[in-house]
Structure formats: C-alpha cells, structure tokens
C-alpha cells in the first residue's frame, strides 16, 4: 500500500466543520484513496473513496487536489459521535476494496461542545 | 448494506485455554476474509487472510499454529486462539470484502 501521512490529533467544534488531510505523495495512478474510522472500542467503518474526482455521499466529502498526492475528508457538520480515529488508507491498486488493507495511526478527530 | 457479524464480543479465558472468534457475512458471500489485532493505543495489524476452502495466508510474524482460521463456508470464518497467554490479550476484527471492506464489531479478549 502507498504510504500515507496524516496529523496525530485534531479538534473541531460541534457543528462545524472538520477537514481532515490526508498526504499520499508516492500514490499510483490507478489506485484509490479510502477513508475509515473507528470509534473507540468498535469495528472500521467505511467512510468514503475516490480516485481522482471529488466525492460526496451521505456521510461526507472527499478532495482530491489535481496532482493525486493529498485529499482532504470534510465532514461538514461535525457532531460529538464523529469523534474517533480517522484512517486514510491507499491500498495496493488491484486489491482495492477486495485487497487487504494497511492502518496506520491515522488521525483522533475530537469534536467538542 | 452488507453487514458482517462478529461473536462473542468479549470474552474472558484462563491462560492455556482456547477461544474460537466467530465472523458471519451476513448478506453477502465471502470467498475471503480478513482477521486484524489491535492493542491499545495502537492501530489495526493485519494478521492473515481467510481463503474459503483453502489454507488461510498469515503475515509475517503470526504464528499459524497459535491463531488457527477456519474459512469452511461462504459465510462463516473463524479464528481460534490456541493455549491463550495474558499477551494474546487484544481487540480482534475481521471484515469480509462485500464491497468496501465491511468490519465486525470486534471481540476484546482478555486472558487471566
């Protein structure tokens, strides 16, 4: 898997906004950025992916900047339950979501009152 | 959505016993499956993927004798904990592929 690099911890306030980055500079053109979390003492959840287009679903926004070798993850009205540990993941192209994955520490996203 | 189910969720065993992890894809069939550990403070590591109907691949350093997989069935792999020592103490996960690597709920093992 690509090697990504993402900041230890952040904060966000209730109802705001939280951007969480994401660099991925030795990326492949063929693979895919996946982003997960995981609240404390529960299993991964999948969150988002994208190759190079930016995507949005339910849950939130994903930015590829034009080069591929950064995204930002946007969860545009944070609430206290989205506090958890963010991971941004590139798996190894031709494994994608079938592949196994590789965790880092990813990023402890605490969302405040 | 696809839906893997994890049991137990936790578990308590004696030192020297065995525990069996069980993992259930749902609504959903899956040729492989992946078991993770995860000890505190520390991020999910990889520890072998479950192949239904053949031997299961470890990573480097998880002893295939110690953390025996079973993957008997398109729906159901497990993952038993031989003669368990206090440092086996961890959350296990797996997630079955059903699309974007759906996980379990986890099983914290504790052994006294």
């Known amino acids: 898997d690509a090697k990504t690099t993402q900041p230890t911890s952040m904060d966000c306030a209730e109802g705001r906004a939280a951007n969480l980055p994401c660099n991925h500079s030795t990326i492949s053109g063929n693979e895919y950025v996946y982003w997960y979390r995981q609240i404390h003492s529960q299993g991964p959840q999948y969150i988002i992916h994208g190759l190079k287009n930016n995507e949005t679903n339910e849950m939130a926004s994903l930015i590829i900047t034009e080069d591929r070798k950064s995204s930002t993850l946007i969860l545009p009205h944070a609430t206290l339950r989205d506090t958890a540990v963010y991971y941004c993941?590139?798996?190894?192209?031709?494994?994608?979501?079938?592949?196994?994955?590789?965790f880092g520490q990813g990023t402890i996203l605490t969302v405040h009152p | 959505g696809a839906v893997v189910s994890q049991h137990p969720s936790r578990v308590i065993c004696k030192s020297g016993t065995s525990v069996k992890i069980e993992c259930r894809s749902l609504d959903f069939q899956a040729t492989t499956m992946f078991w993770y550990r995860q000890f505190p403070k520390q991020s999910l590591m990889l520890m072998a993927t479950?192949?239904?109907?053949?031997?299961?691949?470890?990573e480097q350093g998880v002893e295939k004798d110690k953390f025996l997989i079973n993957h008997a069935s398109l729906t159901l792999s497990t993952l038993t904990v031989t003669s368990a020592h206090p440092e086996d103490s961890s959350f296990y996960i797996c997630?079955?592929?059903?699309?974007?690597?759906?996980f379990g709920s986890g099983t914290r093992l504790t052994v006294v």
């Open positions: 993941i590139v798996p190894t192209a031709g494994g994608t979501s079938y592949g196994k994955l590789t």
């Open positions: 479950s192949n239904e109907g053949s031997k299961a691949t470890y």
């Open positions: 997630s079955g592929g059903g699309g974007f690597h759906t």
